[in-house]
């Protein structure tokens, strides 16, 4: 019977000895002294094409994660929403449009129109937030994120975004490679794989990262607020 580490969306597609053999990552997860929420690439790109399943828009539309970016959107709305009003700090990350020739990916990309990185609507940055531009798949690569972070005291970061397997991963890894709690939030992250959604926030969850349903980081933040 699994417990409440494993208790996520990989549970299905994973076998009883697999967890076994996982056993010895099990651990507390939880939410840092001084968080930010770390929005990586909410950009129209992956929105294109409607509620569809990828294998439907990808042809006209190759950068789309279809059905499950439009799952995402209102789980994130509510995180966004959460966290300005625990006046935790935002950072969004998009791709760099003025760079042709390096990609986060070896993906073909064929077309990117004027509005295809600008945050999508419904999570528009505020004032305040920070808007970091990368070229490769993690937030840190080539920008200057990590600066921020030290020079704001911060000891944990909140993830949100897409892909799960690619840009969300990329980051995961080498936050952690710098000393700091992560936390991924389930509903609130995507990718045009299900499956490849499923066994990476698994992979993370156990060896660089603690995935965390949105409630749960609800009660976490609200907890925090009254101590």
């Known amino acids: 019977m699994l417990d409440s580490f494993e208790d996520h969306c990989w549970k299905d597609v994973l076998t009883e000895d697999v967890f076994e053999i996982y056993r010895a990552y099990r651990r507390k997860v939880y939410i840092g002294r001084k968080p930010v929420l770390l929005a990586i690439d909410l950009y129209n790109m992956a929105f294109e094409g409607g509620p569809q399943p990828p294998h439907k828009v990808v042809k006209e539309f190759p950068s789309s994660c279809g059905v499950y970016a ?39 990309v064929s077309r990117i129109d004027e509005g295809s990185y600008e945050i999508r609507e419904e999570f528009q940055p505020e004032p305040e937030d920070l808007i970091i531009c990368k070229a490769r798949a993690s937030a840190f690569f080539g920008t200057p994120l990590i600066a921020h972070l030290i020079q704001q005291g911060v000891d944990s970061l909140i993830v ?9 991963r990329a980051s995961v890894v080498e936050a952690y490679s710098y000393g700091f709690n992560t936390v991924l939030v389930e509903e609130c992250c995507f990718d045009r794989s299900i499956l490849s959604h499923k066994i990476n926030l698994f992979d ?20 925090k607020k009254v101590m």
């Open 70 to 108: 439009w799952n995402a959107i209102e789980p994130i709305k509510e995180l966004l929403s959460i966290t300005r009003f625990y006046r935790i700090p935002v950072i969004y990350t998009t791709g760099d449009k003025r760079n042709k020739e390096v990609g986060a990916t070896k993906r073909q």
């Open 204 to 223: 993370m969850h156990h060896k660089y990262a603690g995935v965390m349903h949105l409630e749960e980081v609800k009660g976490h933040l609200q907890r």
């Open 160 to 168: 949100c975004g897409e892909t799960t397997s690619g840009c969300v």
